[in-house]
């Protein structure tokens, strides 16, 4: 099992940044895929964003235009860039790694990180 660890969060006033960043314990460049969910209380876990071992990536609609998602293969991670951040962004923010197409269905997940945008 490939092991995530999150790191990033914190508080922020409305219309802030936040970058947050996601080390696995494996090559990156093996990774068949990575990304980022969010979770409130009683809530379902929602997509955010994700990036292929190619490079390609993918936005939810809700956050298109004010997150990026990119990797650093350097630090062996990904980052999610979070600008201009609403107060619906406040979230427990979890990354995912999926080592193979053969384990789609069975992520790595991280211990999560709170993100909390209020004034």
């Known amino acids: 099992q490939v092991q995530v660890v999150e790191s990033g969060g914190g508080l922020v006033l409305p219309g802030g940044s936040l970058r947050l960043s996601c080390v696995v314990s494996e090559s990156i460049r093996s990774i068949y895929a990575m990304g980022w969910y969010r979770q409130n209380p009683g809530k379902a876990r929602d997509f955010v964003a994700s990036?292929?071992?190619?490079?390609?990536?993918r936005i939810a609609d809700s956050v298109k235009g004010r997150f990026t998602i990119s990797r650093d293969l350097a630090k062996n991670s990904i980052i999610l860039q979070m600008n201009n951040l609403e107060p619906e962004d406040t979230a427990v923010y979890y990354c995912?790694?999926?080592?193979?197409?053969?384990?789609?269905?069975?992520?790595?997940w991280g211990q999560g990180t709170q993100v909390t945008v209020s004034s």
């Open positions: 990036i292929g071992s190619n490079g390609s990536t």
């Open positions: 995912y790694a999926i080592r193979n197409m053969v384990q789609i269905n069975t992520p790595s």
